[in-house]
């Protein structure tokens, strides 16, 4: 095998393993987008309701802390979409957190997330 | 005076003459009666109650013989989880609001009679054996304070202190508050897993301000609720971080704390836990105590002379709250979101399932009126309170109430721990 058949085959390959790369952030990112939109207002209501009443149950109904902690914006300064996202999925082992994924979809936890990080909650408590 | 024809003075001329008119038919039958009479006027309020409406800030007075609502007391703060104790005159009810608010209602002439802000986030309270004293249990900043039923004043501050596994002094969020006999308080520490003993009583028979603690540690991982028998001597707190249950014999707490059902559900998964069991009351029937399996579908059945389970009753899901009703003979149980739009009601001899009922979405609280004929029953998302028979299992009436949580019925002002 010739030196040149070698440097090209290795070419190829990392070409497609960009493509690859490029191609999966490219379907994360469209995932991400349409997870963000699906949630129809019917659901995003109902999700609302539970923020406030069933997660309440330990957050607080304000969501400012109960026996579990506050859920309010101040609290969340150093964390992201993704932490809250799975730690409503999966919940927090060691704590009282349970995961939520038999009743939550990763869309309703998406929204859930994001809720609670743009500080509408405030609103909601008005 | 001058009158004009604004409503507000024309009913303030109506408030006088009525006044004047009343005077004088009082002074008329003071005169025709020849005796003399005093200002106080007596209402009776055995039968009166009170039910929370959670996000309202609101609680409504409700006559449990008339299955009327009497009344309505706004300007209680967040009451998202809140809880009622009684005078034992029964005529105010000290609301614990989730906010710290403690308010002193006064159910009879239904108004507040008193009301402070105490901690940042409270989760309940309990009345002391004479009366006298209010124990508030706390998260933020953890611990218990207590005040003086009268006037709600500060007379102790007892925050829950502990040393975690690094060796640092922490501040415990506390739970299970309850009042034993021998003016003491009985509560525990989430994160400190201890149970302690706050006791007031002097050896005069009155009270002191700076109470003996007694702290008894180790009682197990997190204890997040407790109960006390009826007759006041064990205390009964329920572990989440393990399975099994802390008792505690106030006869005798030098023995301490005694882990009883430790094996249970050993080696099973248990389920995600969306509400926490509530150990409220004690449902006790003969030597039986019924609790609440956190995680499993299950009720548990405590023989209470050998301290052993003697039984495991499957349920609808994961019980919240498990009473008996009154006499002992049948154990109601509401269930933890998502299954709670059902009651179950246990038979507290066969251990057989009895009925199965459907009183609507998110079924959050009973209360057995006195001797038990009834049981009142909040229905949260349908802005609902459910009278129903306890023999028929009949709805006799419904309330509305908005976003109703726990009910109060003054019948508690005379039981340990309620």
Redesign the interface.
């Known amino acids: 095998m010739s030196k040149n058949t070698t440097s090209r085959k290795l070419a190829i390959q990392i070409a497609i393993a960009i493509a690859i790369i490029v191609l999966a952030v490219i379907a994360k990112k469209s995932v991400a987008d349409e997870s963000a939109g699906t949630i129809s207002t019917e659901r995003a209501e109902q999700l609302t309701h539970m923020l406030r009443h069933d997660c309440g149950s330990c957050h607080g109904m304000t969501l400012k802390g109960g026996l579990g902690p506050s859920l309010l914006p101040e609290q969340f300064k150093d964390k992201n979409i993704e932490y809250l996202k799975l730690t409503i999925l999966h919940g927090r082992n060691g704590t009282a957190m349970p995961p939520w994924n038999a009743i939550i979809s990763e869309d309703d936890a998406h929204w859930l997330a994001e809720f609670l990080l743009s500080g509408r909650i405030n609103e909601l408590n008005k | 005076m001058t009158l004009s024809n604004t409503p507000k003075s024309k009913n303030k001329a109506f408030k006088l003459l009525n006044a004047a008119m009343l005077t004088t038919a009082f002074s008329l039958s003071a005169l025709l009666g020849g005796c003399a009479t005093t200002s106080t006027t007596y209402k009776a309020s055995g039968d009166l109650g009170t039910i929370i409406e ?2 309202d800030g609101a609680v409504t007075i409700v006559n449990t013989t008339a299955r009327t609502i009497e009344g309505r007391i706004e300007g209680l703060g ?1 009451l ?2 809140a809880s009622i104790v009684y005078s034992r005159d029964e005529q105010f009810a000290y609301v614990f609001g ?2 710290g608010g403690l308010t002193k209602v006064d159910i009879l002439n239904q108004n507040i009679a008193k009301r402070v802000l105490q901690s940042g ?1 409270s ?1 309940g309270g309990a009345i002391s054996q004479d009366g006298k004293l209010v124990a508030v249990s706390n ?2 900043p953890g611990g218990v304070k207590v005040f003086d039923a009268e006037t709600l004043e500060l007379v102790a501050d007892i925050p829950a202190f502990y040393t975690d596994e690094n060796g640092e002094q922490k501040q415990s ?1 506390t739970v299970g508050l309850v009042d034993a006999p021998g003016q003491r308080f009985v509560f525990s520490l ?1 994160e400190g897993n201890e149970t302690w003993i706050a006791d007031f009583s002097n050896d005069e028979g009155g009270l002191v301000t700076k109470p003996k603690i007694t702290k008894l540690s180790n009682v197990g991982k ?1 204890p ?1 609720d407790a109960l006390i028998s009826p007759d006041g001597r064990y205390y009964i707190a329920g572990l ?1 971080g393990e399975d099994g249950l802390a008792l505690v014999d106030l006869w005798h707490p030098e023995k301490g704390a005694k882990r009883i059902l430790p094996n249970y559900g050993k080696g099973e998964q248990r389920l ?5 069991p509530h150990l409220e009351g004690w449902a006790v029937a003969g030597n039986l105590a019924f609790v609440p399996a956190v995680g499993r579908h299950e009720v548990l059945v405590i023989d209470m002379t050998s301290w052993q389970q003697v039984g495991q009753i499957p349920v609808y899901g994961q019980p919240v709250f498990v009473m008996s009703r009154p006499d002992g003979r049948e154990i109601w149980v509401n269930f933890a ?2 299954k709670n739009d059902t009651l179950q009601v246990i038979d507290a001899e066969s251990f057989d399932i009895q009925k199965t009922l459907k009183p609507g979405k ?1 079924v959050l609280h009973m209360e057995f009126t006195p001797r038990g004929e009834e049981v009142w029953v909040s229905v ?2 349908e802005d609902t309170v459910r009278v129903l028979n306890t023999t028929t299992y009949k709805e006799i009436t419904s309330l509305k109430a908005l ?1 109703p949580s726990g009910i109060f019925f003054t019948s508690r002002a005379h039981q340990i721990g309620l």
């Open positions: 959670r996000a967040d998202s989880h989730r906010d986030n989760i998260y933020t969020k989430f997190q997040y989440f995600p836990v969306y509400k926490m979101f998502p998110a949260r998302d976003k």
